[in-house]
């Protein structure tokens, strides 16, 4: 079966993969138009690699971030429906035109028939049928594939219905078929959107693509709605607007004041002095009394006059 396009829904695929750089979405969408041409991917390295247009090393580097949108054996759950429903399109959209082809060529041997004849003005087989017989409905594509019955083509100017169940985005993130966000991280990433007044995905600007990735580990550490809000809202204030990274670690700094310790305050009681006329209460050993011995020692030397030691003599000259 040819496969000339393949359908991508771009809004879903950018808003799953907003956290991956320029080579890495360059590199999943090779992988993904190669699974839809082929139908599969290689489990080798070296021919993913290949695949993704990157060296070795440059894949080793890509394939942790590449590989969660991708199911065990590198399936894709998405990319196989959306090849199913084209396989059920081509399959009726063949079996139609062999029966338009049919139903051309028997009406074609039918005039001729007549021609040969001499019979040109008979009505045909379907002209001849009474006015009063009901008219008889084939069963659709749908019943017959619900019977079984796909080998049936379908009538002439049969409408053709396919009846799709509900499938996930094609660029659902998911390891092992389950998502790797959780309803916490999505509130915390859609606060801070909302915060900085983003309501639309298309209004996010680059740098704060991976902010849903990175609410998962927001949400590990222990960060509230509250304290991103708060916290975004007085950041925002100021132009132009911050790094993703200033962000965080604001966030962090809030967090860590908000789980500190309060600090224990200690109160003394303050020291009493005591003065009485003019003079300070006695007490013993203490550095007030010190001060008031060197002070009376002082005022008595200072009312003696000093006596010359035996044995000098005074010389006066001119």
């Excluded at 008219?135 to 049936?152: F, L, Q």
Aim: with cysteine; hydrophobic share 35%.
């Amino acid at each position: 079966m040819s496969r000339p396009w393949m359908p991508l829904y771009v809004a879903d695929y950018l808003r799953d993969t907003r956290h991956l750089d320029a080579s890495e979405h360059g590199a999943y969408l090779l992988l993904i138009m190669q699974y839809w041409t082929i139908g599969s991917l290689p489990s080798d390295d070296s021919r993913l690699a290949r695949i993704a247009c990157m060296s070795e090393a440059e894949w080793k580097k890509a394939k942790t971030v590449i590989e969660p949108f991708f199911d065990r054996g590198w399936r894709h759950k998405r990319i196989d429906e959306e090849l199913a429903e084209a396989r059920q399109l081509s399959s009726a959209a063949q079996h139609a035109g062999l029966a338009s082809g049919r139903s051309r060529r028997t009406r074609k041997a039918t005039v001729d028939e007549r021609i040969a004849n001499g019979s040109g003005n008979a009505k045909s087989p379907d002209r001849q049928r009474s006015t009063n017989d009901p008219p008889t409905e084939a069963p659709t594509v749908d019943e017959r594939i619900a019977n079984g019955n796909t080998n049936d083509p379908p009538t002439q100017n049969e409408p053709i219905t396919i009846t799709t169940t509900e499938r996930d985005r094609i660029g659902d993130a998911r390891a092992r078929g389950q998502s790797a966000f959780t309803a916490g991280s999505k509130a915390l990433a859609n606060a801070l959107w909302q915060a900085l007044g983003f309501t639309e995905p298309i209004e996010i600007p680059p740098e704060f693509a991976g902010v849903d990735w990175r609410a998962i580990e927001w949400e590990r550490a222990g960060w509230t709605i509250d304290l991103i809000e708060a916290e975004a809202r007085r950041i925002a204030r100021d132009k132009p607007l911050k790094p993703l990274s200033y962000f965080e670690k604001v966030f962090a700094t809030s967090f860590a004041k908000r789980q500190a310790p309060l600090p224990i305050v200690e109160v003394r009681e303050a020291e009493k002095l005591t003065v009485m006329n003019g003079k300070t209460q006695p007490r013993n050993g203490s550095l007030i009394d010190a001060i008031d011995r060197e002070l009376a020692n002082l005022q008595a030397q200072e009312g003696t006059d000093p006596a010359l030691p035996e044995g000098v003599v005074l010389r006066l000259s001119n």
